[in-house]
């Protein structure tokens, strides 16, 4: 169960959910990473006193280690930021919510030193999974993934006795704000359109990815990288309550399914205290 955390990309939906979660469970904040929000970090840095903090952007480093020079914070910057703040001796898990192949060479760096992995960090499977997978075995690291439908499939496999017994894992889809639509109704939909989600409450780029359903394809992909199934056993449907988060099919016909609110907290929660299911300490 994680103590400790360094989180990577802590200024977006996940990584401020995360934290959230890392206050109810009075968990240790290690390293704290972001691109260029030097105001939030500001923030988490003083109520979270991690040991680190890293801005991407070298010009808001500068700003944020002026900020924060009353306090014994070191503030570092760009990837040599992102690979300390991965590698801090005290976090026992790091949490990569960063946005793009940027969380590939930090995600690597922690599994090298054996800690725990909140995949947050689609792309990261996407381009790179079997590197990832593979690296994860050599070293003996932990990824418990933090996306909705694959934690779901992660909790549904708990009991399964080897691979060989899953059919297909069933990926669930809200299809978005223009399920249904047609050619001549989509042509006038906006960025804002498809920033209204039906259910979620995520950042820019997934929720437009979701409306697309081009984050369902990057998902199908996670799927096959972290379960190492072939495509034809990874499907997805559609559930516009997005209440069942996804569902894992085994060859005697039997389905299991993981239900819940679609609340991004719960995830994050799991990955925080696998294999318990960790209560509020708020």
């Known amino acids: 169960m994680t103590r400790t955390i360094a989180l990577l990309g802590s200024t977006g939906s996940i990584g401020r959910q995360t934290l959230e979660v890392a206050r109810e469970l009075g968990l240790k904040v290690a390293a704290l990473t972001a691109n260029s929000s030097v105001d939030l970090i500001e923030a988490q840095a003083r109520e979270f006193c991690p040991r680190l903090a890293a801005l991407y952007d070298e010009a808001a480093a500068n700003e944020l280690r002026n900020r924060l020079a009353d306090t014994d914070i070191e503030v570092l910057s760009g990837m040599e930021g992102l690979l300390a703040a991965a590698t ?44 990832v997978m593979d690296a994860a075995d050599k070293h003996g690291a932990e990824i418990v993934p933090v996306d909705s439908e694959h934690s779901a499939i992660f909790q549904c496999v708990q009991g399964c006795r080897d691979r060989g017994e899953i059919k297909r894992l069933i990926l669930t889809c809200s299809g978005g704000p223009f399920y249904g639509l047609s050619y001549d109704e989509l042509t006038h939909k906006t ?16 929720t437009v990815d979701s409306a697309t359903l081009m984050n369902k394809g990057l998902e199908i992909i996670e799927a096959m990288r972290l379960y190492r199934l072939p495509l034809a056993q990874v499907d997805a449907v559609i559930h516009r309550q997005s209440i069942v988060h996804s ?16 609340d991004m907290k719960l995830p994050i929660r799991y990955a925080m205290t696998y294999p318990y299911r960790g209560i509020s300490h708020a």
């Open 191 to 206: 960025r804002a359109d498809a920033l209204k989600h039906p259910n979620w409450t995520m950042g820019a780029k997934i």
């Open 247 to 262: 569902l894992v099919e085994f060859r005697d016909g039997a389905l299991l399914a993981q239900l819940g609110t679609p």
């Open 88 to 131: 801090v001796a005290e976090a026992d898990t790091v949490v990569t919510a960063v946005v793009g192949m940027i969380g590939l060479c930090p995600t690597l760096a922690a599994i090298e030193q054996k800690k725990r992995i909140a995949l947050a960090n689609k792309e990261t499977l996407v381009c790179a999974g079997e590197l």
